[in-house]
């Protein structure tokens, strides 16, 4: 009888992968039945149903990342066929459905022991011009008086009823 000696790997391949640090534009999409923002007890937006999107900004965000981030926000599957009857058939568009779009940098929090730091996020002086095309660029690639947002920088209130509820989140690129 022969024994075949079984290779015992380093101990150093044994220990977990290190994930990568993500660099991409996040988004957190929630299908809703309606939201609004406030800001100093002022309602500055609100919709319907659609999509509410918080939308998280990378320091090494490009135009790429907010091509991508808009065209799968408006083009996920996240609503039913009401003629069908089948679920997940139908994007924003299809049904006329608005999207309220909402900065949020937290997105990009870690915590380094109890406190957060947001060292990753785009910095507010590249980051306000940078979302402010993100928003246009819903705009242009859907119907401008359908697409809704906050108020960049500011402490808001977002009020939100989902739907479902339904809440996916999506990076622009995946960790290499």
């Known amino acids: 009888m022969y024994v075949v000696p079984f290779p015992v790997p380093p101990l150093t391949s044994l220990r977990p992968k290190q994930t990568q640090p993500i660099r991409a534009?996040?988004?957190?999409?929630?299908?809703?039945?309606?939201?609004?923002?406030?800001?100093?007890g002022r309602?500055?937006?609100?919709?319907?149903?659609?999509?509410?999107?918080?939308?998280?900004?990378h320091d090494s965000d490009s135009d790429s990342d907010a091509e991508y981030i808009c065209r799968k926000v408006l083009n996920m599957r996240l609503f039913p066929n009401e003629t069908s009857g089948r679920g997940w058939d139908q994007n924003v568009m299809q049904r006329n459905y608005e999207v309220l779009l909402v900065s949020q940098f937290t997105l990009y929090g870690f915590l380094k022991g109890n406190k957060p730091d947001?060292?990753?996020?785009?910095?507010?002086?590249?980051?306000?011009?940078?979302?402010?095309?993100?928003?246009?660029r819903f705009k242009i690639s859907y119907n401008p008086d359908a697409i809704k947002d906050g108020v960049f920088?500011?402490?808001m209130k977002v009020n939100l009823v989902n739907d479902g509820p339904v809440t996916m989140q999506l990076d622009s690129q995946s960790p290499k």
């Open 118 to 136: 947001f060292h990753v996020a785009m910095p507010p002086e590249k980051a306000k011009p940078f979302y402010a095309s993100v928003v246009d």
């Open 25 to 40: 534009m996040r988004a957190v999409v929630q299908r809703v039945t309606s939201a609004s923002v406030e800001v100093e």
């Open 153 to 155: 920088g500011a402490m």
């Open 43 to 57: 309602k500055v937006s609100e919709i319907g149903p659609g999509l509410l999107v918080l939308v998280g900004l």
